[in-house]
């Protein structure tokens, strides 16, 4: 089992900037592609970013190209979401999530969520 846990989610308006962490614990971290994926009001949950195992490799969904990185750090079993210019219409819940497969085509763990609330 992996326990996923997200902090970070919060209010802010349009243009801002927001860091989500999501700290890992029960396995070997560097053994999962950890991605985050979010759900708006009314939505299915949908793709955000996705970091390799060993962290060199990173893919986005369009929408958040050029404004969101995502990053990891092994040696605190914890991931990131570093979110910029953000707007109204990324107003979701966040997940972070855990894949053990040797692509990151299924995800294995998730954790609660953080909501993340941008106002224009």
């Known amino acids: 089992q992996v326990q996923l846990v997200e902090s970070g989610g919060g209010l802010l308006q349009a243009g801002g900037s927001l860091i989500l962490s999501c700290a890992a614990s029960?396995?070997?971290?560097?053994?999962?592609?950890m991605g985050w994926f979010r759900q708006a009001p009314g939505k299915e949950r949908n793709f955000v970013a996705v970091?390799?195992?060993?962290?060199?490799?990173?893919e986005y969904t369009d929408s958040v190209k050029g404004r969101f990185t995502i990053s990891r750090d092994n040696t605190k079993n914890t991931v990131y979401l570093q979110m910029n210019s953000l707007k109204p219409e990324d107003t979701a819940v966040y997940y972070c999530?855990?894949?053990?497969?040797?692509?990151?085509?299924?995800?294995?763990?998730w954790g609660q969520g953080t909501q993340v609330t941008v106002s224009s």
């Open positions: 029960g396995r070997t971290f560097t053994n999962y592609h």
């Open positions: 999530a855990a894949s053990g497969s040797p692509l990151p085509t299924r995800y294995d763990y």
């Open positions: 970091i390799r195992r060993s962290g060199g490799n990173t």
